[in-house]
């Protein structure tokens, strides 16, 4: 197995509660506070590449900084109560991850405190989060998951090389939660999705269906549906709730018996044939960067709001295998990551 892997996750399950302890009593160094809408496990996951940021940045945690963290397990619902709870503990800063809910969330309880947003899928200046890439203004700063060229650029790559694996691809099905179960998310991520998606339908040549689903119990009769409609393939949307239960949706997919697409590495990992986009353990480590800037005086509308610069191709060969799929060797040299 060929793997890019810059993160270990021995001793990264224990989250600093002993710090976090401290900066409740007012004690301990400065709290940074970090709010995930993802499952635990991904969260705990990713608040380790935060660590490996703030420590190459020069902090020491339990000595120049405490952490603790929040996560949602996909129900957006309860961000604003996990907001809330994080705003009472007082944190130096807060490190939002993915979403404008959790953010719009925090910045009500905590409208004055610095706030660092990782991976999102979104435009800062379009959104009103920032002034200017170069000097955001206000107390947000962060990290945008917007490749040069936006979602159409990075989806028109992706599916080039999803089409590499599946040439025959004729009808692609993408399955994602309905718009009105989240306007904001249906504002700023589904409808540039969908589009992007029709571009590289119309690029590429071959039809573009859209599935909404309204929780994950839905999911079987719609995958049932995209087969009745002959779909050749299968992609699942970016959005952020439907990564809360992985194995579930991979699972449903599996029993089509066709190719499916993610986003995001951990799609390929839990089974997905494959998956392209931002390397978000980087962005997650280089926003602790600016964590830690603003821990050491740093005004967070000064700071540039950054754009990824890693990116990653991951292939399921086990999968591959199942399907009857033979990637090419040039294809399979371009992976970042093969999974056996």
Excluded at 186 to 196: I, S, Y
Excluded at 289 to 297: D, E, L, P, T
């Amino acid at each position: 197995m060929k793997r890019r892997k810059f993160l270990q996750l021995a001793g990264g399950a224990s989250l600093a509660w002993p710090s976090f302890a401290l900066a409740q009593r007012g004690a301990g160094p400065p709290l940074v506070a970090v709010l995930s809408p993802l499952a635990e496990d991904t969260a705990t996951e990713r608040s380790v590449a935060l660590r490996a940021g703030l420590k190459q940045a020069g902090l020491v945690e339990g000595t120049d900084y405490a952490l603790a963290l929040r996560f949602a397990n996909g129900e957006w619902s309860r961000l604003p109560e996990l907001a809330k709870e994080l705003a009472a503990l007082k944190p130096r800063v807060f490190l939002v991850a993915a979403t404008l809910s959790g953010l719009n969330a925090v910045r009500k309880e905590a409208p004055d405190t610095p706030v660092v947003v990782t991976g999102l899928a979104a435009d800062p200046i379009a959104v009103g989060l920032a002034e200017s890439y170069a000097r955001p203004g206000g107390m947000i700063t962060g990290d945008t998951m917007n490749a040069v060229g936006g979602e159409e650029a990075l989806t028109t790559k992706r599916i080039g090389f999803f089409k590499e694996l599946v040439p025959n691809l004729a009808r692609l099905g993408m399955i994602g939660l309905a718009d009105s179960m989240n306007p904001v998310a249906a504002a700023n991520l589904a409808l540039p999705e969908r589009n992007a998606l029709r571009k590289a339908s119309e690029h590429f040549g071959f039809e573009f269906l859209n599935y909404e689903i309204r929780t994950l119990d839905d999911l079987d009769g719609t995958v049932s549906a995209g087969l009745r409609d002959g779909v050749s393939a299968f992609y699942i949307s970016g959005d952020s709730r439907m990564n809360a239960n992985v194995p579930r949706v991979v699972a449903s997919l599996a029993k089509s018996e066709k190719p499916a697409c993610g986003v995001y590495h951990f799609w390929a990992h839990r089974g997905l044939l494959m998956a392209y986009s931002n390397d978000l353990y980087d962005m997650f480590r280089r926003a602790g960067f600016q964590v830690a800037k603003i821990i050491q005086g740093a005004k967070p509308g000064e700071l540039p709001f950054e754009q990824a610069v890693k990116y990653t191709l991951v292939i399921n060969m086990k999968t591959a295998r199942q399907l009857g799929i033979t990637p090419s060797p040039t294809l399979l040299a371009t992976a970042d990551e093969l999974i056996e």
